[in-house]
């Protein structure tokens, strides 16, 4: 299992776990986190699992890179920043232990 | 070759036709809602399908859902240019005398993205909730005003006046005028075979009537403060506040119509859905928390656009057919929406679905719905409101249904009101 953060927008922070393999699309949805949409199943197909990478984790994760299909959908998303990614395209492998992301107001 | 025979297909005879003879591109099948039965077939037997002739000429249907998501989210290979066809399975034409709106749903990136991205911003979440308590008091009215024991016709009293008034809401729209937005909604997307407008020449002479009232509006916005109504934060932001006059016309009419026929026809297809399925109006009037969970099966349900289409930039093979360069592609949504490989129990209307927006019918990819959660929000507050007031919407009669193959219409939808 990996742990993960969610924050929301008015500062709650929850701890969350997840099986290897799943990304963190699946840590906020198997557990309840509210805020995350994921309308379409995880496909990077419909934006609605926005969530803003925590600065001190960016370069782990990784940001968006210009021209695929994630920062073509996130251009169009509220509140969009250099810290943006779509949850479903967060693989949870070992070395993700302890990440946190902030989850926006509103998704879409 | 005449475009349709309004003959009537039954179960047998649908069962029993080769497979290459089923064209889907008919618009009685969608009128007598035997169209289901096609895509069943399609689906089972040949879910990527050729239709060599039809009155819109050669056509691929896709019909399941994964191969509709795959073609959907592949816009490199799959274009929406209106130049190539554009977005329906009728091609756009350049009709001489007809009045050219460039809209970003039928165009590819970059310019679809530059254009998308000015307007998004108009109907962003954090907006909606600025434009929510107005919606809402506008929405109790209409119902309120509404006759109860008595029947009457729920399309035009409830479903049109309440798309109307969000539109009007959302351009702050001089409220007497409001049925005028409807009128545009339609003209724009008329062809003179339709009735709703005579002649190309007289749909341009309503639009340029519309480009000026809306010109009008502009222009006084852009001098006053900045409001939160779409025509004054379009004037105002940096992004759109210089754009062409034409371009902005584009967009405008782009947001009536995207959210006019669409929105409409949910509000009717609910009633209808929920007066079928007894058991899941007895759920909602039980527990009306349901409300959230069923806006997005009503969306499903109804698929209020059966399609979008796709023209083919290069080969590609999908479900092990191969598409040629220049082909035209439909993604059949209303298919897609009833594949039970995907969606669990699929021909039923449930709502407390566990995952009801994994649905295709807001498409996906960069041209996904812009209005989609502005079209949810206009929903929730209808059935809450209508929860509050009435025990049941009972349907009275025989619905009627639109000729169309792109819209899926509810024309006439007979009612009678109880009160709780
Ligand atoms: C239940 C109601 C609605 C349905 C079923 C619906 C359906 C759709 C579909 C199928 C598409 C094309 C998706 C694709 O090609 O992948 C679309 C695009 C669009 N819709 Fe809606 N729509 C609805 C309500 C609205 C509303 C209320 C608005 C008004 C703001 C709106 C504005 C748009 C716009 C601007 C686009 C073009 C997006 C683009 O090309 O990037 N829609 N809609
Ligand atoms: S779940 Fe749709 S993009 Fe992530």
């Known amino acids: ?108 | 070759m005449s475009i349709d025979t309004m003959e009537l297909d039954t179960a047998e005879k649908i069962a029993a036709m080769p497979i290459d003879e089923i064209d889907v591109s008919r618009p009685s099948l969608f009128q007598q809602d035997t169209i289901g039965l096609f895509f069943d077939r399609l689906r089972k037997e040949e879910p990527v399908h050729y239709c060599r002739e039809s009155h819109v000429g050669p056509f691929w249907s896709i019909t399941k859902f994964d191969d509709i998501m795959a073609v959907d989210t592949n816009h490199k290979v799959f274009s929406s240019e209106a130049k190539l066809g554009g977005i329906a399975i009728q091609d756009m034409h350049s009709v001489e005398g007809a009045l050219e709106l460039e809209m970003f749903i039928a165009m590819d990136p970059p310019k679809h993205d530059q254009q998308r991205k000015a307007v998004t911003p108009a109907v962003a979440p954090s907006n909606l909730l600025l434009l929510e308590p107005t919606i809402r008091e506008r929405a109790c009215q209409i119902l309120d005003d509404l006759p109860i024991g008595e029947e009457f016709d729920w399309v035009d009293k409830v479903s049109i006046e309440l798309t109307t008034m969000t539109l009007a809401t959302l351009f702050d729209f001089p409220w007497e005028e409001r049925r005028k937005l409807t009128r545009w909604s339609d003209v724009t997307t008329a062809a003179p075979e339709t009735g709703i407008v005579a002649s190309y020449e007289a749909r341009r002479e309503e639009l340029i009537e519309c480009a000026m009232y809306f010109k009008g509006l502009w222009d006084q916005r852009v001098n006053e403060p900045p409001r939160n109504d779409l025509i004054s934060m379009m004037a105002h932001a940096p992004a759109t506040k210089d754009m062409p006059f034409l371009e902005f016309l584009g967009n405008l009419l782009l947001l009536i119509v995207g959210g006019n026929d669409t929105t409409r026809n949910s509000i009717s297809g609910g009633v209808l859905a929920l007066n079928q399925n007894p058991d899941e109006y007895r759920k909602l009037n039980d527990d009306p928390s349901l409300i959230t969970s069923m806006v997005p099966e009503i969306i499903r349900w109804q698929t209020p656009l059966t399609h979008m289409r796709r023209t083919a930039l290069q080969e590609w093979e999908i479900g092990g057919k191969q598409i040629k360069k220049g082909d035209k592609v439909v993604m059949w949504y209303l298919s897609g929406n009833r594949d039970d490989t995907v969606i669990d129990q699929a021909d039923r209307f449930i709502i407390d679905r566990k995952n009801p927006r994994h649905h295709l019918s807001f498409g996906y990819g960069i041209h996904r719905c812009m209005g989609n959660r502005l079209a949810e929000l206009q929903l929730r507050i209808i059935w809450e409101e209508i929860h509050k007031r009435f025990a049941k919407v009972e349907v009275t009669g025989q619905p009627e249904r639109l000729y169309s193959t792109l819209v899926r219409g509810i024309t006439k939808l007979p009612v009678r009101l109880h009160a709780r």
């Open chain 1, 1 to 108: 299992m990996v742990k993960v953060t969610f924050v929301s927008s008015d500062g709650t922070r929850r701890e969350v776990e997840i099986a290897e393999g799943e990304t963190a699309r699946e840590a906020a949805l198997f557990n309840g986190v509210p805020g995350i949409d994921g309308d379409c199943g995880g496909a990077c197909a419909c934006a609605t699992c926005h969530v803003h990478v925590d600065p001190t984790w960016i370069d782990k994760v990784g940001r968006l890179k210009e021209g695929e299909a994630e920062a073509e959908l996130l251009q169009f998303a509220e509140g969009a920043s250099e810290y943006s990614r779509l949850a479903c395209q967060i693989p949870m492998e070992a070395a993700m232990e302890g990440l946190v992301l902030h989850v926006p107001a509103q998704q879409y």
